[in-house]
């Protein structure tokens, strides 16, 4: 139980520490590197506290329940190979940390670089740990989001937003693809859960959906891992801060396609489709990567470039297959993390020390800062696999890999020569990198003078560099134990144990290896003076950039030929889309009523009392000359459209739900209130619109009356049909027989709305809250139309002393009603329970008493007097309401379980006090806060409007004045 | 009764409707409150009429629910009123933004010749 606690909170420390960082201010530089650290130092302890488990070969399992029926459940799964694949993550992570500290500016806001760093470590770690294989999608989703925020990160430059952009549709496309294989293994196996998967890789190799379930598995571990035709998304991705650079895009998330390569070599795996396609890919990526390399002149791209040709190494080995192939792989892997990171590490020093990152600037800088130059030419030539360093050992690897005999295919016997190849050409670049960053003349021309960096930055570097010399001398009893309980995890306990050593005699890949490096000095020579005056690219291939073809692709599939295709079928016109709604309802209905519909033979019919049809023949009339004045007299259509809400609301009252009617009437009022403040800023419509008048406008005022009237009449006479048939029994009765019961209150609605189903109301307040805000937001920035600037003609007629005067004896009544508002309300809100009433009712009531007095009297004049702060009153009430549903977790009840019970209190009597009650004081609060919210934004609008008229005026005088 | 109420209904749902369709905004706004109104009145006669005996239980003792109004679409059109109060709000603030953005109250922030 223990084990799984601690795997659990080894899989979500990470985001745990990712939402904690964003709450640090602006500046707290220190603190969120040490937060950062310390969550990935705890991390790695638990994964040490592991290490005897994992030697035995056992692995740790952790299970959430989240959906079964769906057998989606959030496991975590830790083995030998995740073991030390996270340890990686971590380690790196660790120095990482500490590097981006001294590298990033003071003026990043290093918090949330900090909580992205984070946000993407646990991401990572979620794929490493999935022990279900949709969840791993799920994480490897969140992996391409959060490394699209880092590239991003400097978000001002172009050149970061626009490798982000190409970055994250690359690998999302890639996402959709394994997310579609993944499914399609779940159907193949009947499971998702990783262990079960793994174990039915014959299953799956027999199954006719192999091949497609192959392909769209590759599509999503090359496009991570920057496979060819897909590489060219992490050239790009290098506007990224260079700490990002170090950690995501060379030692550890683009290692999560040849992770999942290898994860799924038994399952998917050894079958020469396999072998065609990851080796095939994997080779071609190596080669073209090296060469390209050569020719960059930004060092981080050459880095990038190389970077890419040693995932196209790993996801080549691979393909390969078998156990020393894969031992191979997860020791590159490792190897290439240490050398690579510290490689970007020191790019990152020498851009920030030299300003510049270009190789046609740069040289000399041994002389400058001799101890990092001593640190990267170590650590370039582990990158060419010289001897006695940790490239070497993979590399050597690799080799007898390739000359190792596969299937006798032409690929196969090729693979010793590509491998040549590609190896000079990695030496060839590696000597590129070395001589003409340190060694040459002094440049004199740049932007910093150049000088060692601090210490915090280098230490990374150092210790990197130190794990490459140790591997390399000592490989076997550093990290070959765990290389092969790696191994044995992928493969299986059958899988041979193997032996790393230095010197393996004269042999085949030693030679290979002396071949390539004579080759790759000569490449070098052969090349150096050219290539600085040359274009960023092999000659002649670099017309042919992937980037390009991909740009316009991109452009032709976000831009052009969606609004090629949005000319042809839609519009941006409102009307039209209206009319296809309705039409569209329409024809629904119809179609689903067709042949069906029938009106009862014995209907349900109450005799009219005379009273209702005078009311409704009002509420139409009411209606009907709304519809007709709401173009040219928008006051009196807002008049008569309040008609037709009383006429409902003593509908509601008529036919017994007094809570509705006393609902609707509050809201009816705020509603008209809230209008009329807005007509204030709608300009009147002086002239009458010459067009209207003419046949086309009437033509098409007549077909929308024809689409109203069918629409009119379908929903009278389905509600008509609904409403005479006899009721049958429904919910609504197990409601009204356990309100009381299960609920502790006597009025049903209201028991409804706070107890059986407050769970639905908790939502809806959420939107009202939603909505407010967003209210308020757009009120923030609003700019009135020119027309209505200008104070109202009426008050410009009326003198300062009638305006004093206006409406004086109203005005004193209203403020009076304060405090009967305020007692009406809470007569509302406690009877609720029992009796018609309730926290919507009261909310607006009260929300009423506060604008009954900004009527009665001016903004000014309120403000002064009451202090509303109508947004706490919107947060404490969703505080409140979920404070109560929470309440019920403590007891051991689902979410917003509700307790009831009556409480006898002196002289008052029975009182109800249920839970639910507390939350029906959270609705209150928070409907209050969201009217009085709305309300004030807009008469607010007055004030900000004198104040424009002042400073404009202002203006005026000033301009006058000059 | 019942007749009454289907046929308000139909011409409230007529004049939202109809208004949904015009070009001024101002318009659409009336369309959509006189819609939740229609609206709110369909669902609510989803429960049937029942005159006189609101859902208020006696405490204690057998019920009886045949007698009492459906409580259900009430519930549901409660919270759909002040829904519909926050919708319009939002709408409102809406059309004066463009109205003030852009000169014109028709809907689509330009005349109908403009375009």
Known sequence: ?962 | MELILSIAIGVLATSGIWLLLRPRSFQVIVGLCLLSYAVNLFIFSMGRLTPGRPAIMPKGGFVDPTIYADPLPQALVLTAIVISFATTALFLVVLLASRGLTGTDHVDGKERDQS
């Not at chain 1, 120095?95 to 900090?114: E, H």
Request: hydrophobic share 55%; glycine share 8%.
């Open chain 1, 1 to 962: 139980m223990a084990e799984q606690n601690l795997l659990t909170i080894l899989a979500l420390a990470p985001f745990a520490a990712s939402l904690l960082l964003l709450t640090y201010p602006h500046n707290a530089l220190r603190a969120a590197a040490w937060t950062s650290g310390l969550t990935l130092t705890a991390g790695l302890l638990i994964l040490l506290g592991f290490r005897d488990l994992i030697q035995s070969g056992e692995s740790v399992r952790a299970n959430i329940q989240w959906i079964p029926s769906l057998q989606l459940n959030i496991s975590f799964r830790l083995d030998g190979f995740s073991w030390l694949f996270a340890a990686l993550v971590l380690c790196i992570g660790i120095l990482v940390v500490i590097y981006a500290r001294s590298y990033m500016d003071g003026q990043d806001r290093m918090p949330r670089f900090y909580a992205l760093l984070m946000a993407f470590t646990g991401a990572m770690q979620g794929i490493l740990l999935s022990g279900n294989i949709l969840i791993l999608v799920v994480f490897w989703e969140l992996t391409s989001i959060v490394s699209f925020l880092l590239i991003g990160f400097w978000h001002q430059s172009a050149a970061a937003r626009d490798g982000a952009r190409t970055a994250l549709l690359i690998t999302a496309l890639g996402g959709l693809g394994l997310l579609l294989s993944m499914l399609l293994i779940g159907y193949i196996v009947g499971s998702y859960d990783l262990e079960q998967v793994l174990a039915s890789g014959d299953v799956i190799r027999s199954h006719h959906l192999y091949e497609v379930t192959l392909v769209l598995f590759l599509l999503g571990a090359f496009t991570k891992s920057a496979q060819f035709p897909f590489h060219f998304w992490l050239p790009g991705a290098m506007a990224a801060p260079t700490p990002v650079s170090a950690y995501l895009h060379s030692a550890t998330m683009v290692k999560a396609g040849v992770f999942l390569l290898i994860r799924f070599e038994p399952a998917l795996g050894r079958t020469p489709e396999w072998f065609y396609i990851v080796a095939g890919v994997g080779m071609l990526t190596l080669l073209t990567g090296a060469v390209i390399s050569l020719f960059r002149h930004d060092l981080k791209g050459l880095l990038a470039y190389s970077t890419i040709s040693h995932l196209g190494l790993i996801t080549a080995l691979a393909g390969f297959g078998g156990p020393a192939a894969i031992f191979a792989a997860i020791f590159h892997i490792c190897n290439h993390a240490a050398f690579k990171a510290s490689l970007f590490m020191t790019a990152g020093i020498i851009d920030h020390e030299t300003g510049t990152r270009d190789m046609r600037k740069l040289g000399g800088l041994i002389r400058v800062m001799p101890v990092t130059a001593v640190l990267a030419i170590v650590a370039t030539a582990a990158m060419a696999g010289l001897p006695l360093l940790n490239g070497f050992l993979s590399k050597e690897m690799f080799f007898a890999e390739a000359v190792e005999w596969h299937d006798g295919t032409w690929l196969d016997d090729a693979l010793p020569y590509l491998a040549v190849v590609a190896g000079a050409f990695s030496v060839a670049y590696s000597w590129r990198l070395i001589v003409t960053v340190f060694f040459g003349p002094t440049p004199t021309d740049l932007p910093k003078t150049p000088h060692e960096p601090p210490n915090a930055m280098r230490l990374p570097v150092a210790f990197l560099v130190a794990v490459c010399v140790i591997v390399g001398i000592l490989p076997a009893i550093t990290i070959e134990p765990a290389l092969n309980i790696a191994t044995r995890a992928v493969i299986g306990p059958g899988a041979p144990a193997v032996h790393i050593a230095i010197w393996h005699g004269i042999n085949g890949p030693l030679l290979m290896s002396v071949i390539a490096i004579l080759v790759g000095t000569y490449l070098f020579l052969a090349t150096a003076r050219s290539i600085p005056f040359g274009p960023e690219g092999p000659p002649i291939f670099h017309h042919l950039r992937a980037a390009k073809i991909y740009d316009w692709l991109e452009l032709q599939f976000s831009w052009r030929w969606p609004r090629a295709i949005f000319k042809r079928i839609s519009t941006e016109q409102l009307q039209p889309q209206l009319r296809v709604l309705v039409l569209t309802a329409l024809l629904f209905a119809v179609a689903s009523l067709w042949g069906s519909f029938n009106i009862s033979n014995t209907p349900r019919l109450h005799q009219p009392p005379p009273a209702f049809l005078l009311m409704w023949t009002v509420g139409a009339a009411c209606a009907m000359f709304a519809a007709w004045q709401a173009k040219y007299h928008r006051f009196a259509a807002l008049v008569s459209l309040g008609g037709a809400g009383l006429i409902t609301c003593l509908t509601f009252a008529w036919l017994s739900a007094p809570d509705l009617a006393v609902t609707q009437l509050l809201v009816e009022v705020v509603t008209t209130v809230l209008l009329l403040l807005g007509l204030r800023w709608l300009p009147k419509r002086r002239e009458e619109i010459a067009e209207d008048k003419l046949l086309p406008a009437k033509i098409r005022r007549f077909r929308d009356f024809i689409i109203a009237l069918a629409g009119g009449t379908g929903i009278a006479v389905l509600a008509y049909a609904i409403m005479t048939r006899p009721l049958v029994i429904n919910i609504g009765d197990w409601f009204l027989g356990n309100a009381y019961y299960e609920g502790g209150g006597t009025n049903v609605v209201n028991v409804i709305l706070v107890d059986f189903r407050a769970f639905d109301t908790y939502g809806e307040i959420c939107v009202l809250a939603i909505v407010a805000l967003t209210v308020y937001a757009l009120l923030r920035r609003f700019r009135p139309s020119a027309e209505s600037v200008e104070t109202p003609a009426q008050q410009m007629q009326t003198s300062a002393q009638n305006a004093t005067d206006y409406l004086y004896v109203p005005s004193v009544i209203m403020l009076w009603m304060f405090p009967v508002l305020i007692l009406v309300s809470a007569y509302f809100f406690f009877r609720g329970h029992d009796l018609p009433g309730g926290g919507f009712a009261a909310g607006v009531t009260m929300a009423i008493a506060f604008l009954v007095q900004y009527l009665a009297t001016n903004v000014r004049w309120v403000e002064a007097r009451i202090t509303v702060l109508p947004i706490r009153w919107m947060g404490f009430g969703l505080l409140i309401a979920t404070a109560t549903g929470l309440g019920a977790w403590i007891f051991g009840y689902p979410f917003l379980t509700a307790y009831a019970q009556y409480v006898h209190l002196p002289v008052i009597g029975q009182v109800p006090a249920a839970t639910a009650m507390l939350f029906d004081l959270g609705v209150f609060a928070l409907v209050m806060g969201a009217t009085v919210l709305m309300l004030v934004a807009i008469a607010h609008q007055s004030l900000r409007a004198n104040r424009l008229r002042e400073i404009e005026e202002e203006k005026a005088d000033k301009k006058e004045a000059a």
